[in-house]
């Protein structure tokens, strides 16, 4: 079968949505004729993806405007014999929704309650299909590995470790986790270089003791090895993809997670195990404290462990054969 996803392939793959596609790809790429285009690039590379000529055109890039909508609706019938899938990790406003009707694709992968509502309402097609994480890359260590990759950081071993990664925004709810850092926490936050920092919020961690890194880290594994706890503490929709990777990628490491019921994270795991969902700011002083008197019994890798890549790719495979079959008739009853 041959594949053409469009998506966010430019730069380092340490945002969301871009991690999503890089891992679609990388997976997918060892089975079957893969074609990637970067977004911005799409027009450049129209007539290369006629000449591939794929069975399956794969958009994933948010939607953040109808405009993906556009894009993918004159692609699909420029490549006719094409079927077109959509991802929506993270929708964006999506003004003019009533063109959507008009334009939606052969299939809609979602995430949420919410999304998949929302799509079923403007006539698409759809299916429940969640981000995924490399669980090998993201993984259990030694107790002793953590002392040392401390070390190599520069974090104080005696220290509370509290990580949260992702973009340095005010919407990121992050003035929660300067209020963490004291007594004998150290609260770590790591950046994105794929989308600008806001200085004042970055200003203000800093001055809190919080240590906050804006470069890229291709092993970002060794930071959440190293670190206690993980804390998600996001609420505003549109700042983050409805299953957060991060929250998966501390889960695999099997770090105890406190986080906020964000997006589709509530659709697909249950509290309990290390896993912590918060609705007040109390309820995380009270989960670090269950943490650090281990008064939980951690198992939060066992939890994500059926949302590896390698599984997810197995059921993708499954939906691009359906859909080629037939797009009328190949997913009644999914």
Same mark, same amino acid.
């Given at each position: 079968m041959k594949i053409c996803f469009i998506g966010h392939y430019s730069g380092n793959p340490d945002e969301g949505v871009k991690k999503v596609s890089f891992y679609l790809y990388r997976e997918l790429v060892k089975s079957h004729e893969v074609m990637s285009v970067d977004i911005r690039s799409v027009v450049k590379h129209w007539k290369a993806i006629k000449e591939f000529n794929p069975d399956i055109i794969h958009f994933v890039v948010g939607p953040s405007t109808?405009?993906?909508?556009?894009?993918?609706?004159?692609?699909?019938? *420029?490549?006719?014999?094409?079927k077109a899938i959509m991802s929506a990790p993270q929708p964006g406003y999506l003004h003019l929704k009533r063109l959507i009707p008009l334009l939606k694709p052969d299939l809609m992968l979602v995430q949420s309650h919410k999304s998949e509502k929302l799509f079923q309402h403007l006539g698409c097609r759809t299916r429940f299909f969640p981000n995924g994480v490399d669980t090998k890359k993201f993984s259990l260590i030694k107790s002793r590995k953590k002392i040392e990759l401390r070390e190599k950081y520069g974090v104080d071993t005696e220290k509370f470790v509290i990580l949260h990664v992702g973009h340095i925004k005010t919407r990121r709810n992050l003035h929660l986790l300067q209020q963490l850092q004291k007594d004998d926490n150290q609260v770590i936050i790591i950046g994105s270089t794929s989308t600008p920092i806001e200085k004042k919020v970055y200003k203000?961690?800093? =001055?809190?003791? !919080? $240590?906050?890194?804006?470069?890229?880290?291709?092993?970002? =594994? %060794?930071? *959440? /090895? #190293?670190?206690? !706890? *993980?804390?998600?503490?996001?609420? &505003?929709?549109?700042?983050?993809? %409805?299953?957060?990777?991060?929250? $998966? =990628?501390?889960?695999?490491? /099997?770090?105890?997670?406190?986080?906020?019921?964000? +997006?589709?994270?509530?659709?697909?795991? @249950?509290? +309990? &195990? +290390?896993?912590?969902?918060?609705?007040? %700011?109390? &309820?995380? *002083? &009270?989960?670090?404290?269950?943490?650090? /008197?281990? @008064?939980? /019994?951690?198992?939060?890798?066992?939890?994500? #462990?059926?949302?590896?890549? %390698?599984? #997810?790719i197995k059921e993708l495979k499954r939906i691009y054969k359906e859909i080629t079959i037939s797009t009328q008739g190949a997913l009644a009853g999914l």
């Amino acid at each position: 079968m041959k594949i053409c996803f469009i998506g966010h392939y430019s730069g380092n793959p340490d945002e969301g949505v871009k991690k999503v596609s890089f891992y679609l790809y990388r997976e997918l790429v060892k089975s079957h004729e893969v074609m990637s285009v970067d977004i911005r690039s799409v027009v450049k590379h129209w007539k290369a993806i006629k000449e591939f000529n794929p069975d399956i055109i794969h958009f994933v890039v948010g939607p953040s405007t109808v405009i993906s909508f556009v894009i993918l609706k004159l692609l699909s019938s *420029y490549c006719r014999s094409s079927k077109a899938i959509m991802s929506a990790p993270q929708p964006g406003y999506l003004h003019l929704k009533r063109l959507i009707p008009l334009l939606k694709p052969d299939l809609m992968l979602v995430q949420s309650h919410k999304s998949e509502k929302l799509f079923q309402h403007l006539g698409c097609r759809t299916r429940f299909f969640p981000n995924g994480v490399d669980t090998k890359k993201f993984s259990l260590i030694k107790s002793r590995k953590k002392i040392e990759l401390r070390e190599k950081y520069g974090v104080d071993t005696e220290k509370f470790v509290i990580l949260h990664v992702g973009h340095i925004k005010t919407r990121r709810n992050l003035h929660l986790l300067q209020q963490l850092q004291k007594d004998d926490n150290q609260v770590i936050i790591i950046g994105s270089t794929s989308t600008p920092i806001e200085k004042k919020v970055y200003k203000h961690l800093r =001055e809190k003791g !919080c $240590l906050v890194w804006t470069n890229y880290f291709k092993n970002i =594994e %060794e930071i *959440y /090895n #190293l670190s206690d !706890c *993980y804390i998600f503490p996001t609420i &505003d929709k549109f700042s983050c993809i %409805e299953i957060p990777l991060s929250v $998966l =990628e501390a889960m695999a490491c /099997n770090l105890p997670v406190i986080t906020t019921k964000f +997006g589709a994270l509530p659709r697909v795991f @249950d509290a +309990g &195990d +290390g896993l912590f969902f918060v609705e007040r %700011e109390k &309820d995380i *002083y &009270d989960a670090i404290e269950i943490i650090k /008197n281990k @008064d939980v /019994n951690i198992k939060t890798r066992k939890k994500v #462990l059926p949302f590896s890549w %390698e599984k #997810l790719i197995k059921e993708l495979k499954r939906i691009y054969k359906e859909i080629t079959i037939s797009t009328q008739g190949a997913l009644a009853g999914l």
